[in-house]
């Protein structure tokens, strides 16, 4: 069986700073710009009136505390749910309202917490569904280059997803959305539950991928290490928009440090 070995955490200031130059120039249009959108599950809306924009070659945050719908967003985003009002838009195409299937084919590919990979399938057959809408053409190649960039599943392309570790499957749960070569990836809490060591390492990953010129999205819990590396941040209460800036600058905003007391000066 083989082992990851996980990447040494990097220091503050070896986060790469390409992803906030390419917010701070504000391109248009973005990859992601999210307007005036509402959703819930049936009875009162648990997001109201949230927009938020997230640029290629970026990482775009959302933070908030618990309750503040930051998974309804992006399940409303990515087309699990139906937004109630708003819109959506991917590369200046309007595609509210559009089912999750639909939206993988527009450029969004939505990875969430939990059932994000095939736990009875290989590795690299996980790949292979990943890239379902190529219908053969380029999976392959389009694999091969994922090996490059997640080289531990390379080492274990012939286990079953079932028997990797909890960051190995993090992983392929993000190589699977990355087999369609999205212009946007939503990740859903992709370090939860685990170790600090594999939290440094699926950080160290997604910072790759975003110097591939996709747009990363990403909601998590650990506040202080995704403001670290966050382009730009969308502070979420109650299910609306609170603040927005510079994940760096918004970790010594005063109205964030209230809002996480005892978390972010650990």
């Not at 955490?9 to 070896?14: D, F, V």
């Not at 609306?240 to 800036?245: C, D, F, H, S, T």
């Amino acid at each position: 069986m083989t082992a990851l070995t996980p990447d040494p955490a990097p220091e503050p200031a070896s986060v790469p700073a390409a992803g906030h130059a390419a917010v701070a120039q504000h391109p248009s249009p973005a990859a992601l710009d999210v307007t005036g959108l509402t959703a819930g599950y049936g009875g009162p809306p648990i997001v109201e009136d949230v927009s938020i924009r997230a640029h290629r070659g970026a990482i775009t945050a959302i933070v908030g505390p618990n309750g503040a719908g930051k998974s309804t967003l992006l399940k409303a985003i990515a087309g699990v749910i139906r937004p109630k009002a708003g819109s959506v838009r991917v590369e200046d195409h309007d595609v509210t309202g559009l089912a999750a299937d639909k939206l993988v084919r527009r450029g969004i590919a939505y990875v969430p917490q939990v059932a994000n990979v095939f736990p009875q399938l290989s590795v690299h057959e996980n790949l292979e569904m990943g890239g379902y809408i190529r219908h053969g053409r380029g999976v392959k190649e389009r694999a091969a280059e994922l090996y490059t960039l997640f080289p531990d599943l390379e080492a274990a392309r012939s286990r079953r997803a079932e028997t990797l570790s909890g960051g190995q499957r993090t992983m392929l749960a993000m190589a699977r959305g990355l087999m369609v070569d999205p212009a946007v990836l939503i990740l859903d809490e992709p370090s939860a539950g685990l170790s600090p060591k594999f939290q440094s390492t699926v950080w160290e990953r997604i910072e790759q991928v975003r110097s591939t010129n996709v747009a990363v999205l990403v909601v998590e819990q650990n506040t202080r290490e995704t403001l670290r590396h966050a382009a730009w941040a969308y502070v979420l209460v109650l299910g609306r928009n609170r603040l927005e800036g510079p994940g760096r600058e918004l970790l010594h905003d005063d109205e964030v440090v209230r809002l996480y007391v005892g978390v972010l000066t650990k």
